[in-house]
């Protein structure tokens, strides 16, 4: 069992960067795939990015390819989201989440999939 805990926001002025970290107690991390999601006020969660358990596997929702990168520290229990040329539509609160799978396995879109979350984190681009 891992508890994930967001850090990391603020407000950023469009085509700023920002850095999300997200640290995760418990044992075996590495055995977790992480995923990345984001909610915006009056909006359903979407799924932003991933990473697999041994960090090989990443994958993104198309709008933020190529903008964003998520990197995992299986040594520090920590997953980041850097996040470069932030656009107003970014602004949601950032939520990363946890589940147990093998080193490989792709990071799933669908939130359901996952069994750990944490509160969140506001992220805020001003035009």
């Known amino acids: 069992q891992v508890q994930p805990v967001e850090s990391g926001g603020g407000l950023v002025q469009a085509g700023g960067s920002l850095r999300l970290s997200c640290a995760a107690s418990?044992?075996?991390?590495?055995?977790?795939?992480m995923g990345w999601f984001r909610q915006a006020p009056g909006k359903e969660r979407e799924f932003v990015g991933g990473?697999?358990?041994?960090?090989?596997?990443?994958n993104y929702a198309d709008s933020v390819k190529g903008r964003f990168t998520v990197t995992r520290d299986n040594a520090k229990n920590t997953v980041y989201l850097q996040m470069n040329s932030h656009k107003p539509e970014d602004t949601a609160v950032y939520h990363c989440?946890?589940?147990?799978?093998?080193?490989?396995?792709?990071?799933?879109?669908?939130?359901?999939?996952?069994?750990?979350w944490g509160q969140g984190t506001q992220v805020t681009v001003s035009s």
């Open positions: 990473i697999s358990g041994g960090g090989r596997n990443t």
């Open positions: 989440a946890a589940v147990s799978r093998d080193l490989f396995f792709v990071a799933p879109r669908a939130g359901s999939e996952y069994q750990y």
């Open positions: 418990g044992r075996s991390f590495s055995f977790y795939t």
